[in-house]
């Protein structure tokens, strides 16, 4: 494996009407040829329809270790669940 | 002569998807028209999301509790985040963000007319997250399935999101209906202004309605304005009943037959007058977008400066 190949991510929209998911990574030379690897190693059985290719150094990704302070505040706001709020008996289509 | 078969062959291939339930996604072959129609449609209704955000805003400050101001700007907030996720799913068929805003600004693009109605007391923070939220969202969830991937894939996260604004709406409502007199007066008083504007958020009657046919076939819209507004009293009558508030409709008589509700007639001439610009609020709610924007540049024009600074530094500096 020479040293220019890059690491691309790999996102395949399984069938029309849905996102694109992470299914893996390769390596390639540029994202065109990462794209028909994308082909050959992820939708052999027809798992997806459209493929996106991504350079994984152009994804900024938060920490899991930073979790606590970049979540934490997200998480005394029990009011944004509607489970919070009690309705009277025989509503229920709210 | 030969592109024009091939247009009618490529309208029909598309036809034949969209009736086949296959959702169109961004890089596709569409129809002009179809774009164009999604582009007004998607638009209206991220229009909607953010000037919606000003009768609400305007009680945070004034809010009866910390509890209910916290809710009131986590409710404001979402809005917000609607607005961006349906400009996005808009920016997808090939329009910027500053056309957007722009076509709100000219007045070219509209938005939901019930925004123009101004929010004169706190009960009015309850009749808006019950009705105009609970509207909203018997018209959400049926654009889940709308034929446009972006769209319907936005719908389904922000329908999510919904589920609390209705219910801190009616808890509001509930809460008021529960105490004094005058609470119970501001309560009726409140749903008394916020009824009928919200049955015309489902639009014209069916026979009326000017795009309806042509979004139905391209499964831009799923249900018709009719069917819609029909669940939404269905649902907010008995809602309103379990509380002790009168809806404000001396015709409304459920139809044993219909297994509905029957209603009296709107007041479309009302709509008329709001779409077309002449409501309470009109010109505030867009002067208020428009100021907004302005006193905005600065700080867009900052962010570009800092990042052509940053990228100016050569990479061994950085
Ligand atoms: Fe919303
Ligand atoms: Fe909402």
Known sequence: ?94 | MKDNMSLVGNEEKFQSKVDAEEKVEPKDWMPEKYRQNLIRQISQHAHSEVIGEQPEGNWISRAPTLERKAILMAKVQDEAGHGLYLYAAAETLGITRDELIDRLHTGASKYASIFNYPSLTWADIGAIGWLVDSAAIVNQVSLQNTSYGPYARAMVKICKEESFHQRQGYNIMMTLMQGAELQRDMAQDALNRWWWPSLMMFGPHDAESAHSAQSMKWKIKRRSNDELRQQFVDQAVQQAQAIGLVVPDPDLVWNEQRGHYDFGAIDWEEFQRVVSGNGPCNRQRLAHHVSAHQEGAWVREAMAAYEAKRRAVPAEVA
């Open chain 1, 1 to 94: 494996m020479s040293d220019q190949l890059q690491l691309y991510e790999v996102f395949i929209r399984s069938s029309r009407g849905l996102d694109h998911k992470h299914v893996g990574s390769l390596h390639a030379d540029d994202a065109h040829q990462a794209l028909e690897y994308a082909r050959d190693v992820y939708t052999r059985r027809g798992e997806g329809i459209s493929i996106w290719v991504v350079a994984s150094r152009d994804i900024t990704a938060s920490q899991e270790s930073d979790c606590d302070s970049f979540y934490d505040p997200l998480d005394d706001k029990p009011y944004r669940h509607a489970a919070m709020y009690e309705l009277p008996e025989g509503i229920d289509s709210l």
